[in-house]
Nanobody, 123 residues
């Protein structure tokens, strides 16, 4: 199993930045694809970004491309989401999740999830 804990959320003004962290424990973290998803009130959970196991290939939703950067430090069992130029529409609970099968975009393909961290962007 994998245990995931997100941190780094908060309240920020539009145009500001936040860095989210996802701390992992459990089975070999370097074997996991790690994704970030978000869910705003009344909306479905949506893909934000993902990073592959060892090749460190990355994927982004079009809505965050050029503003968000995902990275990982396997030695520390950490994944980060640097969020710049934040917009009010980025407001959501952000979740990190893992899967070993190599999937990126679909939430149902992920095996383990954290509890989420709230990001609120004021206009």
């Amino acid at each position: 199993q994998v245990q995931l804990v997100e941190s780094g959320g908060g309240l920020v003004q539009a145009g500001g930045s936040l860095r989210l962290s996802c701390a992992a424990s459990g089975r070999t973290f370097s074997s996991e694809v790690v994704g970030w998803f978000r869910q705003a009130p009344g909306k479905e959970r949506e893909f934000v970004a993902a990073i592959s196991q060892s090749v460190w290939s990355t994927r982004y939703a079009d809505s965050v491309k050029g503003r968000f950067t995902i990275s990982r430090d396997n030695a520390k069992n950490m994944v980060y989401l640097q969020m710049n130029s934040l917009k009010p529409e980025d407001t959501a609970v952000y979740y990190c999740a893992t899967n070993r099968a190599g999937y990126y975009y679909t939430s149902r393909d992920y095996d383990y999830w954290g509890q989420g961290t709230q990001v609120t962007v004021s206009s």
